[in-house]
């Protein structure tokens, strides 16, 4: 298996350097197969948390032949006021599909630019994978940082990739390693933002869209909910 494809356990491996990571117990346990998708999709992954992450996703949708997922999501707890950290590959065929990115979710108050500046430096030395980068369309490029990396890499760039993965990880978990919660009334602007922005995700967010696709209406939207949020 390609370093890529086995970004998981690396990614755990790392966190577990800054964070204690405990496994969730979720409503619907993992792997699953969707019935919509005739049982030909399997769905696996492993979600948890931490005191400062509300939730550290890892989802592996896979089907039988050319088409492999591995995504990642994490999530500081509300309190700490930060950015989320999103990562996938998605490998069809010979080529992979590797998106990474530290972003806000929901609209926000915060000047993220010298965030944003740490990680296009780490992305300037990776020149050889820059001649391969690919945006995806439509509404989705929204929900991006100025800073992310998007690029379809041939096999033999995956250790590159990587590399550049985990410069973005590191940066990431030493952010939220070093926060301080907020209080008072930086706290309620904040859940306030939060709570926004979970009031939209539910009708625009692809992500809860793809769910619902799988799981129906009732069932995506409780599985998404609780799998990152863990309502």
């Not at 690919?134 to 690029?151: E, P, R, T, W």
């Not at 939220?176 to 904040?190: M, S, Y």
């Amino acid at each position: 298996m390609s370093t890529l494809m086995n970004i998981h356990p690396i990614v755990q491996e790392e966190i577990r350097k800054y964070f204690d990571l405990k496994p969730v117990q979720l409503k619907h346990p993992l792997p699953e197969r969707p019935g919509r998708a005739l049982g030909l999709m399997k769905i696996d992954g492993e979600v948890f948390s931490s005191d400062k992450l509300l939730r550290a996703v890892f989802i592996r949708p896979q089907l039988p032949v050319f088409f492999a997922v591995r995504s990642m999501f994490l999530r500081p707890r509300v309190q700490c006021d930060l950015p989320v950290f999103a990562g996938e590959v998605m490998r069809t065929g010979g080529k992979k599909m590797v998106i990474v990115d530290i972003h806000r979710a929901g609209k926000t108050h915060h000047d993220d630019s010298a965030l944003f500046d740490q990680m296009i430096r780490i992305r300037d030395r990776y020149p050889d994978l820059a001649k391969y980068t690919k945006k995806q369309s439509g509404q989705v490029q929204d929900v991006f940082s100025k800073a992310a990396c998007q690029i379809s890499i041939p096999e033999e760039l995956d250790d590159r990739a990587a590399a550049l993965f985990l410069e973005y990880l590191h940066l990431f978990c030493d952010m939220v390693n070093k926060a301080q919660p907020v209080a008072g009334e930086e706290l309620r602007r904040t859940r306030a933002v939060f709570d926004d922005y979970l009031k939209s995700l539910i009708d625009h967010d692809p992500g809860v869209g793809v769910w619902k696709m799988l799981f129906g209406e009732k069932g995506g939207i409780e599985r998404s909910m609780d799998m990152h949020f863990g309502m």
